[in-house]
T-cell receptor, first 113, second 114 residues
């Protein structure tokens, strides 16, 4: 299995609080991705990174920011969490981008009350 | 942007029967195509991928998929279902022009009846 660790695995927080999710990889892959998974929607891309300090938006980026200061870490931040951001969040990595498959972490279940 | 359509959010088959899960994509330029499987409370695992080589792609666990450009389809099949195949399956594409982004279908849950 690809070395991907997501933390925390579960989190419950209140509306309006900031939340940071961490994705750590040991594979030295260039590309890292954050997705959210919601019933009936599959996985939707939030943000992705194609190198240290190089990030871009996905299809559902509003309300989220990311940072990548090291190859191995990709952080997802909800500046002021809302109930609509309750979801399961997955990190994925890829060696070379779209012509190579992604490898996924085990997910973070986030509940915002 | 790409769109990926998986027909049937739930599919139920008997053990030993053929499995057919459907996937259609929207791009006029054939993209890279992938099938993933997700077991409960786990991340996604790669089943197989199509990247412009043979149109019939074989994957793990006896699954295979056929790329049909004329139908913009990449359907997943398995000749004989096993109880352990019960899971959710996702089709995904990435564009050859901007292949940094992946687009996923909404998923198909496969139920295998004894």
């Amino acid at each position: 299995d690809a070395g991907i660790t997501q933390s925390p695995r579960h989190k419950v927080t209140e509306t309006g609080t900031p939340v940071t999710l961490r994705c750590h990889q040991t594979e030295n892959h260039r590309y890292m991705y954050w997705y959210r998974q919601d019933p009936g929607h599959g996985l939707r891309l939030i943000h992705y990174s194609y190198g240290v300090k190089d990030t871009d938006k996905g299809e559902v980026s509003d309300g989220y920011s990311v940072s990548r200061s090291k190859t191995e870490d990709f952080l997802l931040t909800l500046e002021s969490a809302t109930s609509s951001q309750t979801s399961v969040y997955f990190c994925a990595i890829s060696y070379q981008g779209g012509n190579q498959p992604q490898h996924f972490g085990d997910g973070t279940r986030l509940s915002i009350l | 942007a790409q769109s990926v359509t998986q027909l049937g959010s739930h599919v139920s088959v008997s053990e030993g029967a053929l499995v057919l899960l459907r996937c259609n994509y929207s791009s006029s330029v054939p993209p890279y195509l992938f099938w993933y499987v997700q077991y409960p409370n786990q991340g996604l695992q790669l089943l197989l991928k199509y990247t412009s080589a043979a149109t019939l792609v074989k994957g793990i666990n006896g699954f295979e998929a056929e790329f049909k450009k004329s139908e913009t389809s990449f359907h997943l099949t398995k000749p004989s279902a096993h109880m352990s195949d019960a899971a959710e399956y996702f089709c995904a594409v990435s564009e050859k022009i901007n292949f940094n982004k992946f687009y996923f279908g909404s998923g198909t849950k496969l139920n295998v009846k004894p």
